[in-house]
């Protein structure tokens, strides 16, 4: 379960009627719609012919408290009223039309699929923002379709404009791919809170004997189980994360959502006691995304696939290639994919325990036991990480980012994490995309994307190319298939 930090989407659907056309035709094709759906959707008893309808209508679905709406053309539509719906209403609006065929062609035609053209061209021509199907005429089962797959990008809309993102620490010096021009935040509608380590640690002090902390002891050796875990240092781990759900709660101010981006290395471990990639991974489990080396735009793309999927996600690293020898014994004949659609996805232990393979157990981070710790010795504070392989999935493989110029931009693509195991150290998990190879070259790295990519554990990119759109992201790559060759791609290499 996710919780209380992605919104629960309040559907209400307006109908609306050019005056001369007859308004019977657009409220009975709206009662249609409203039965086939057959779930929870309000439907609004104004049908909209003139402005004074408009406000009407828009008033009453706010006293419904629907946050997302369905602007239904039942027959031409009221160009200007029907648009400014789109200004008035405080949610994502979708618009669609009316398919002919539920009466005669000469008093039971409504030209819907005419309106709809003026209806986009009005938008257009008010720089309204309002959500347009890829073929947005159909019958009430059609619009049926329409509907549902609204609801998950209308989820992510609404969460985005009502999200704070609360960072802790500077980004790493090393790590200049996690820093990015916050400009595009505000465009978005996410505000942000920036924040000392400092602030974190003393939040973390104040919290030592938590009456809240056996508890969540006791959740997390369950969760674990016997042997995967170390008791001693339960407690550190609990007493974290009762600090940073306080935090959320008494920061969200004028906000309704939270997520987190936290500097996680090298100071933290020898400051707190322990890496804190379990915590990370229990918290957006619970829908609260803790995204690694302060990745501002991470854990916004994290709190996007969260809003569309319904389910945790992960943040990891396009990390490495996957061996020859692996990619024969297990990969080679048994799927179909080439060496270079392959890549291993890792992080040092922040994806969640449901997503993770039986093998999972709290370990510690080698390279900063390298690092932060005597040679030789054994772990201490650099213990914390969930590590394992990650389980076998279909995946989306996605990032929302805002580049040095200031502009937005994204990337999509699907896939599947292989049922192979990775012998190798973290939690990691072996991925397959179609044409990775040339979408690494052409996108990766052509457009200078940083080294993290969120995890949908679904294959939900014909959501997330909606929300980008619907958000104004005007560039929304993907991994094109041979016969469509990238921009940049040399013809006779």
Request: glycine share 10%.
């Amino acid at each position: 379960m996710l919780g209380s930090n992605i919104p629960v989407v309040k559907l209400g659907i307006i109908a609306v009627s050019r005056d001369c056309f007859p308004i019977g035709l657009s409220n009975q094709r709206r009662k249609n719609i409203v039965a086939a759906y057959g779930g929870d959707i309000y439907e609004c008893p104004i049908t909209v012919e003139n402005e004074k309808d408009m406000l009407a209508a828009v008033a009453d679905v706010q006293k419904a408290e629907c946050n997302a709406l369905v602007v239904f053309l039942g027959n031409f539509g009221p160009e200007t009223p029907e648009t400014l719906i789109a200004e008035k209403f405080d949610g994502p609006c979708m618009f669609v039309a009316a398919a002919e065929g539920d009466g005669d062609m000469i008093n039971g035609r409504g030209d819907a699929y005419c309106g709809m053209l003026n209806c986009s061209y009005n938008l257009g021509m008010r720089h309204l923002d309002g959500y347009i199907p890829e073929y947005p005429v159909g019958t009430a089962q059609d619009i049926v379709q329409m509907i549902k797959d609204f609801v998950p990008i209308a989820r992510a809309v609404i969460g985005v404009r009502g999200l704070k993102i609360i960072t802790f620490g500077p980004r790493p010096q090393d790590f200049f791919a996690c820093n990015a021009p916050i400009k595009g935040l505000y465009e978005l509608g996410v505000e942000i809170e920036e924040n000392s380590e400092l602030d974190l640690l003393v939040s973390y002090k104040e919290h030592e004997g938590d009456p809240r902390i056996p508890e969540i002891c006791k959740e997390m050796a369950e969760e674990m189980g016997e042997g995967k875990y170390y008791e001693e240092l339960n407690a550190r781990m609990a007493q974290f994360e009762v600090t940073l759900l306080d935090w959320a709660e008494n920061h969200k101010g004028a906000r309704k959502y939270v997520a987190f981006a936290d500097k996680c290395w090298p100071a933290f471990p020898s400051q707190f006691g322990f890496e804190p990639c379990y915590v990370n991974s229990r918290l957006c489990s619970r829908g609260i995304p803790v995204s690694c080396e302060v990745d501002i735009y991470g854990a916004l793309s994290e709190y996007i696939g969260l809003c569309v999927s319904a389910e945790p996600v992960t943040l990891l690293d396009i990390n490495n290639s996957v061996p020859q020898y692996i990619y024969d014994e297990d990969i080679k004949g048994k799927y179909d994919y080439t060496l270079t659609d392959t890549f291993m996805g890792f992080h040092c232990g922040n994806t969640p325990e449901c997503k993770m393979c039986d093998n999972r157990a709290i370990k510690y981070q080698l390279i900063q036991h390298r690092l932060l710790e005597p040679e030789g010795s054994e772990p201490d504070f650099t213990r914390g990480t969930l590590e394992g392989d990650i389980a076998a999935s279909k995946v989306t493989f996605y990032r929302l980012q805002c580049d040095s110029q200031g502009e937005l931009r994204s990337y999509i693509a699907e896939g599947e994490i292989l049922d192979v195991p990775t012998r190798s150290f973290g939690g990691i998990g072996v991925f397959a995309i179609k044409e990775m190879g040339r979408f690494y070259r052409h996108v990766l790295v052509q457009k200078g994307y940083p080294h993290h990519g969120a995890v949908a554990f679904a294959h939900v990119g014909k959501y997330l190319f909606e929300v980008f759109k619907f958000l104004g992201v005007k560039d929304i790559a993907y991994n094109q298939p041979k016969s469509l060759p990238y921009p940049t791609e040399n013809p006779f290499a």
